[in-house]
């Protein structure tokens, strides 16, 4: 196995230099969906290194592989049947030996998605369970019970799935598991001692592979308490998420993250994690402190609109969280489970909860309506969006981009319910049409079959207009935002600092304005009326409109700083 080593960054003049991933721009590839490199429709892991030098290009100091292990597909991959391999459709142990040495050989690191909180029902874990019956100690490692009802034929309670549906499911035998997301995924039982040793040997396994980094699947639910009687639907809404819940964020999941972060840190340099927790703000430092995985996603701005106030807010809330945790902030605009921000950014800003968060995912409406042409303002929403992702790149802290996003890609809502795949579509009975929206294959040259995503019908169908945001028509656009892209990033590695920000007033409500110690400037305007920055002796450096002046036209975002 070939591996160059990409780790020391230590430079003879300095004592220390922080760790990498604390300002690292990171790429989230989805892999079936970014570059099929042996024609079957599928993404695959040669794909992605057939595309080593696109990804240096761009800029990036990382990237993320959503999930590229064994699965049945029942979740796009977040099913997992075996922790330590290939999908055999995706390629080998060999194949992803080759890709992380073509990644490094380019000074990008490669982090992997671990799903600790559920298994696929292909798992040989869960196979054995169904196998080996009612009260044998195989069931242990999953959540099996007694339903209830005189014959025990109604669930052990009423609780729902996230995607829509109960959450138990009945076996042959009689008795019922446990399955927080997809019938296909059911939970794992982690008091469960094989549960816990098993996911240090995956651990291992990735980061002696030469892994840099880990994303931790919905890390805030693998802790449970299921002491009898288990509670309602009803009381489990109603009860406190203080770290004693029975099934979300509570206390003892750290235990776990302990434990792991003992065997992260085992290796040079220690191998970073950041954790996917839906949990209120106040208990990510939890989750990225040091102790714990080192690093939480923040998503409130994936939530929030095209808005001044929201943003400045939700940039003020997260850097005190991130320096309460010893972290780095984490910024995300886009990922694979949201309507791509370019559309959501074109349509009606959404109806939110007393709480402040969307009533429902912004977008999804507008996809089950068939796309509606008339509901999006494609274009206002790109501009918007090349906005929002220039001033989320000049700020202190790492920024995960999502595939397709550097193209200008909108969400795909015109894909036929007979080619849809995300089990929310199927469990809410179309009701929620789901996620393929922003998984459809990647576009790389305009006139080639699946517009050379590969030479097989891919997996999820790509509009006729994916042909003119395809890559090898965007390199031609000096407008392009594939261009804008790599000029950001480029001028992002030089300039990115751990330092903070300072806010600078601009008597508007509706424009933001920013300076870091280096004299990097970032200013965007919300609103509909140009902003003419004064004061500032930086030199205009790029805007998201393409024409880098002192006046910042509406819905767009200027860099300043010192020319390079
Ligand atoms: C979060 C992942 O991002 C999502 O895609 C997946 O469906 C759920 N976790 C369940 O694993």
């Known amino acids: 196995m070939t591996t160059v080593d990409v780790s020391p960054l230590t430079r003879p003049d300095e004592e220390e230099v922080p760790p990498w ?24 892991i040669p794909g992605i290194t057939s595309r080593a030098d696109y990804l240096a290009e761009l800029g990036i100091d990382a990237v993320w592989l959503s999930p590229f292990y064994p699965s049945a597909l029942a979740d796009g991959g977040y099913d997992v ?19 992380v040495a073509a990644l490094h050989a380019r000074g990008i690191r490669v982090v992997v998605d671990i799903v600790p909180n559920h298994t696929s029902d292909q798992h040989l874990w869960f196979q054995e369970a169904l196998a080996a019956g009612r009260g044998a100690p195989a069931r242990e490692r999953y959540i099996f019970r ?35 997301f997809a019938p296909e995924q059911p939970d794992l039982n ?23 980094g880990f994303r931790i699947d919905v890390a805030h639910m693998l802790t449970k308490d299921l002491t009898d009687p288990l509670p309602s639907r009803a009381t489990l809404d109603a009860l406190p998420r203080d770290g004693h819940h029975p099934l979300i964020d509570r206390d003892d999941v750290h235990e776990v993250y302990a434990q792991w972060r003992a065997v992260l840190n085992e290796y ?53 969280l991130a320096a309460e945790s010893g972290s780095s902030s984490t910024w995300v605009l886009s990922n694979h489970d949201v309507v791509r921000h370019a559309t959501r950014y074109g349509l009606a800003r959404p109806e939110r909860r007393e709480d402040g968060r969307p009533a ?16 999006l303002d494609a274009e206002a929403g790109l501009r918007r969006g090349r906005a929002a992702t220039l001033f989320m790149l000049g700020l202190p802290g790492s920024a995960y981009l999502y595939q397709g996003e550097e193209l200008g890609l909108h969400e795909v809502a015109e894909i036929p319910d007979g080619e849809r795949q995300d089990p ?45 945001l395809a890559v090898d028509v965007a390199e031609q656009d000096p407008t392009s935002t594939l261009r804008l892209y790599r000029r950001a990033l480029t001028l992002r590695e030089r300039l990115q600092t ?67």
Not at 298 to 308: G, K, P, T
Not at 369 to 374: K, V
């Open 21 to 44: 991933w604390r300002q690292a721009a990171v790429y989230q590839i989805y892999p079936r969906s970014f570059a099929d490199a042996n024609g079957d429709g599928l993404g695959d």
């Open 360 to 375: 429902v995912k912004h977008g999804t409406e507008w996809v089950r309506g068939g796309g509606d042409p008339a509901a």
């Open 268 to 320: 040079d340099p220690p191998r970073t994690a950041v954790a996917e927790a839906w949990v209120d703000p106040s208990r990510i430092p939890l989750y990225a402190s040091p102790e714990s995985l080192g690093q939480a996603f923040n998503f409130d701005l994936l939530e929030a609109d095209f808005d001044a106030g929201m943003f400045r807010r939700i940039v003020a809330d997260n850097l005190a």
């Open 424 to 468: 929310t579509f199927f469990r809410t009975g179309g009701e929620d049409y789901g996620r393929d929206g922003c998984r459809v294959p990647l576009p790389w040259v305009s006139s080639e079959a699946s517009f050379g995503f590969g030479a097989g019908r891919p997996h999820l169908p790509q509009p006729a207009w994916f042909g003119d």
């Open 146 to 180: 007694e339903g209830t009802g005189p014959d025990g034929s109604e669930p052990p309670a009423d609780w729902e799935s996230a995607f829509g549906g109960p959450a138990w499911r009945r076996v042959a035998d009689g008795q019922w598991y446990l399955h927080n």
């Open 498 to 564: 751990a330092e903070q920000l300072e806010w600078i007033p601009t008597g508007r409500p509706d424009v933001l304005r920013y300076r870091r110690p280096n004299g990097w400037e970032v200013v965007t305007n919300f609103g509909g009326e140009p902003y003419t920055v004064t004061g500032s002796d930086a030199d205009p450096l790029l805007a998201s409109t393409g024409d880098a002046a002192l006046i910042v036209p509406g819905e767009s975002t200027l860099w300043l700083g010192p020319r390079g």
């Open 190 to 212: 982690w008091d469960h001692p094989d549960v816990r040793a098993d996911f240090v040997t995956t651990l291992r396994f990735w980061a002696d592979r030469g892994v840099d």
């Open 81 to 99: 049947a075996d922790y330590r391999n290939v999908d055999p459709r995706l390629g080998t142990l060999d194949d992803f030996d080759d890709m």
